[in-house]
């Protein structure tokens, strides 16, 4: 697999894990059959004439498992770095899922670099959110960061 196409995988991963954890959030469905409905359904499938990019799908199954095993610890990063009077119920449930994997990336995958792993999110927050969305992102996973890879 050739560099491009390794990193285009890893956008596609990074993107359903958002979507994987939100469908986890919202419907409470189990994460063994939350991966599996991805890895058959999804993951470079199409589905409503919208084709699904190929994910790497050790790296989703990381992310996945990864966020949700370690959700109080990434719910505290976050929510230390969240403004006075903010809190995770504040957040839009999407951004939330965003933040979660960033944090995780951020904290678990040293064989990422740090400026990939933001940039990253910061796309995926362009997919649902405005311009302002994004810089909120890239702000938030920037002084985790600091925290976590110093």
Same mark, same amino acid.
């Given at each position: 697999? %050739?560099?491009?196409?390794?990193?285009? @995988?890893?956008?596609?991963?990074?993107?359903?894990?958002?979507? !994987?954890?939100?469908?986890?959030?919202?419907?409470? %469905?189990?994460?063994? $059959?939350? +991966?599996?409905?991805?890895?058959?359904?999804?993951?470079?499938?199409?589905?409503?004439?919208?084709?699904? *990019?190929? !994910?790497?799908? !050790?790296?989703?199954?990381?992310? &996945?498992? #990864?966020?949700?095993?370690?959700?109080?610890?990434?719910?505290?990063?976050?929510?230390?770095? +969240?403004?006075? #009077?903010? @809190? =995770?119920?504040?957040?839009? $449930?999407?951004? =939330?899922?965003? =933040?979660?994997? #960033?944090?995780?990336?951020?904290?678990? $995958?040293?064989? &990422?670099?740090?400026?990939?792993?933001?940039?990253?999110?910061?796309? &995926?927050?362009?997919?649902?959110?405005?311009?302002?969305?994004?810089?909120?992102?890239? #702000?938030?996973?920037?002084?985790? *960061?600091?925290? &976590?890879?110093?």
């Amino acid at each position: 697999m %050739t560099q491009k196409a390794r990193s285009q @995988s890893r956008s596609a991963a990074r993107l359903a894990a958002v979507q !994987a954890l939100y469908q986890h959030d919202m419907e409470k %469905t189990p994460i063994t $059959r939350l +991966l599996d409905e991805f890895h058959q359904h999804r993951l470079g499938r199409e589905i409503e004439e919208a084709q699904y *990019a190929d !994910a790497e799908v !050790a790296f989703f199954d990381d992310l &996945v498992k #990864g966020v949700d095993a370690r959700r109080e610890e990434i719910d505290t990063r976050i929510t230390e770095r +969240l403004a006075t #009077g903010w @809190s =995770l119920t504040r957040l839009d $449930r999407t951004m =939330l899922q965003i =933040l979660r994997c #960033g944090t995780y990336e951020l904290m678990a $995958r040293a064989d &990422v670099p740090t400026a990939s792993a933001i940039s990253e999110y910061v796309d &995926v927050a362009h997919a649902f959110f405005e311009a302002r969305e994004a810089k909120f992102v890239n #702000g938030l996973l920037d002084a985790i *960061a600091k925290d &976590v890879r110093s």
